[in-house]
């Protein structure tokens, strides 16, 4: 610390007025200093001439003086002290010489010290400011200064207005007010901003407040530290960007093609992009690839498109913009999701004008929605499969107000490439399986004639629309006498070859049958026709009856037992040789005769009815029988019921499902082939 010693000196020379600090720097008391000649006391004799001629100089000319020369101390040592001299005049004219004093050596330390610090705050790249306690500035270095948003020569505006951008604010006041109540420092405190030359630049700052006291613990104020960490934070929030985009790549892996349903998984790419990528999501596919007519190399010219998703991030009426769901759109090549099929490239609009619109939305009218809803970028991104693009994704930002940039490019092309090949797989299965599918519904018998003595329900559905379609069969053959031939089977396997094994089994079984057969006989003989197919084991019942006897016999190829039900009685799975599977081999087939009285009912039925996960089979059943065992109904509505209640949209198996009920009165005479009375 600095101490300044206060001497006055009449104008001869002798010492008038002595301070403490005088008595503390030269080690003499004002009683013995005092009225005393100066330059006796204080001086060497070698010194003393000099001493005189520069009091008399400031006494005549009334200028000041400053320098250092030695001075002796009471206790016989001599120190260097710094001088400052002026004259002084008081009412009655009378002259006296003032003489401010402190120990050069503490002087030149202090005055080190001083310009170190100005030095070091002038040149600190850290903000540097002192408020006072009702925290407006007093002092700000150059780094702050230019942190302020304001030109560098306003500097008095921002000393007495208010702070720089980032230092405003309820909780910044908040912290700075705290700090002065209580003395505890807050370091480091991030906050993020705009100044008023960067409207579109976010900046970030490290903040840290201390409270100014003086030696006696009297508050001055407050000092800030303000470090620019804007590229740090730019740095950590890419990293960050980064990390998400990563865990968006790998979680869009996980999420999309999670079935072979087109429209789901064409919804699960949507649903990956929102909101992360877009605040609106639409996938749209070529329909000529859907049509499976796809030319080689990048279509040209207008594009035919069918809408299989649109997702949003919120509610908005911009969902109403895209075309509906399903529908079967063809635009011109100056559409934007034109353009990005016939180039195989992303189309970017980072900021959409309001001649994109037209061009974005199906009309004037969704464009109209779009604009209302805040849309200003949009980025379209196509689906390239095998080397051949099937549709397009379209992103949107309205609620982000950030644009699309080259990142987003990168990222959502990451993502269509992803996902393309899953919505090609899932194209390719639905034509397959719409294949099969027709196939098999072909190959099914058309709706049964009427048999005599017999009336006849039968339905077929397929498995869920992500599973492939099976070898389940049904078919109601005539044969001579009125008799008839009730088959119902399922060829283990799926796809278009269990549909045509189901074709070949079901055209042997109609040759055999006309052989007029018992039906084990039947089951014989296919054993060993399946030999010869891909497709060796199938389940099977085959039944005949007889209207005339009202008898059925019925042999079983390791299938589901028959239902019966008769009037008055519980429905009852039928105890019957089970067999094996055709195509297994060497193993007899047996027939049981069945005496059946009008109004009795034969349930056959494929394991698609009444297999399925997280059930046994003997609590299937069950519920089968329950099912079965209500109030008569018209086996039209017994059909209904059993699919309805027994089938789940997730099963992954089809169904055939053959009901034959005994009429009340049998035919009184046989029926040839040909429908004549013999």
Avoid at 8 to 29: K, T
Avoid at 340 to 355: E, F, G, H, I
Wanted: with cysteine; aromatic share 6%; charged share 25%.
């Amino acid at each position: 610390m600095l101490s300044l010693a206060a001497v006055v000196l009449d104008d001869g020379g002798r010492i008038v007025f002595w301070s403490p600090q005088a008595e503390e720097l030269f080690g003499y008391s004002a009683d013995e200093a005092l009225g005393r000649f100066a330059g006796r006391l204080l001086v060497d004799e070698q010194h003393l001439d000099l001493v005189i001629e520069l009091f008399a100089r400031v006494m005549e000319s009334g200028r000041s003086w400053a320098g250092g020369f030695p001075v002796k101390h009471k206790d016989g040592s001599t120190r260097l002290v710094e001088f400052r001299n002026m004259r002084l005049q008081d009412d009655r004219g009378d002259l006296y010489a003032l003489g401010i004093a402190t120990d050069q050596v503490t002087l030149r330390r202090v005055e080190r010290d001083l310009a170190l610090s100005l030095r070091l705050i002038s040149q600190s790249p850290i903000g540097l400011g002192v408020m006072d306690t009702e925290l407006r500035f007093v002092l700000v270095n150059p780094a702050l200064e230019g942190m302020r948003g304001r030109p560098a020569q306003d500097r008095a505006g921002f000393i007495a207005g208010q702070p720089p951008p980032f230092l405003r604010g309820d909780s910044i006041e908040s912290a700075m007010r705290e700090v002065l109540a209580t003395g505890v420092p807050q370091l480091n405190r991030f906050t993020v901003g705009h100044l008023p030359e960067e409207p579109g630049q976010e900046r970030a700052w490290s903040v840290s407040f201390y409270r100014l006291e003086d030696p006696a613990g009297r508050v001055l104020g407050l000092a800030t530290s303000v470090v620019d960490v804007t590229e740090q934070h730019r740095a950590a929030t890419d990293a960050a960007r980064a990390r998400r985009r990563l865990a968006l790549v790998a979680d869009a892996s996980v999420r999309i093609g999670t079935t072979l349903d087109l429209e789901q998984t064409a919804r699960e790419l949507a649903e990956v992009c929102v909101p992360e990528v877009a605040d609106l999501a639409t996938v749209d596919v070529l329909d000529s690839v859907l049509q499976g007519l796809r030319a080689p190399g990048v279509p040209t010219g207008p594009a035919r498109f069918k809408a299989l998703a649109v997702v949003a991030a919120y509610p908005t009426e911009a969902t109403q913009a895209p075309d509906p769901l399903g529908a079967l759109v063809q635009y011109g090549t100056d559409r934007l999701v034109t353009q990005c099929v016939n180039t195989a490239s992303p189309v970017l609009r980072a900021k959409v004008t309001d001649q994109d619109l037209p061009r974005i939305a199906r009309d004037e009218d969704a464009a109209a929605l779009l604009a209302a809803a805040g849309v200003h970028s949009y980025l379209a991104v196509p689906l390239i499969a095998r080397g051949e693009v099937i549709g397009v994704v379209g992103l949107m930002r309205a609620g982000n107000p950030a644009s699309f940039d080259d990142d987003d490019v990168t990222l959502a092309g990451e993502l269509a490439g992803r996902a393309a090949v899953c919505i090609d797989n899932a194209r390719w299965y639905q034509s397959q399986r719409h294949a099969a599918l027709t196939l098999q519904r072909n190959l099914l018998p058309n709706r049964p004639a009427k048999r005599p003595g017999l009336g006849i329900a039968h339905r077929y559905e397929p498995a869920g629309a992500t599973s492939e379609i099976g070898g389940d069969w049904f078919d109601v053959i005539p044969l001579p006498g009125d008799k008839t031939a009730l088959i119902i089977g399922d060829v283990m396997g799926s796809g278009i070859e269990a549909a045509a094994t189901m074709g070949q089994l079901r055209t042997a079984t109609r040759t055999l049958a006309q052989l007029d057969l018992e039906p084990a006989q039947v089951l014989c003989y296919l054993d060993q026709a399946t030999a010869g197919m891909d497709h060796t084991f199938t389940t099977c019942v085959y039944a005949v009856y007889d209207p005339h006897d009202q008898q059925c016999r019925i042999s079983m190829a390791g299938h589901m037992p028959p239902v019966l039900m008769r009037p008055g009685r519980p429905p009852e799975l039928l105890d019957l040789p089970t067999g094996a599977p055709l195509g297994v081999g060497g193993v007899p087939f047996h027939t049981t005769r069945l005496d059946l009285s009008p109004a009795d009912q034969l349930v056959l039925y494929t394991d698609g009815l009444v297999e399925t996960r997280g059930q046994s089979l003997d609590d299937r059943f069950e519920v089968l029988l329950s099912l079965l065992s209500g109030p008569h109904r018209d086996l039209e509505d017994t059909c209904d019921l059993l699919l309805r209640e027994l089938r789940r949209p997730e099963d992954h198996d089809d169904v055939a499902l053959l009901i034959a009920r005994l009429e009340a009165e049998p035919p009184t005479a046989p029926v040839d082939r040909m429908g004549t009375t013999r």
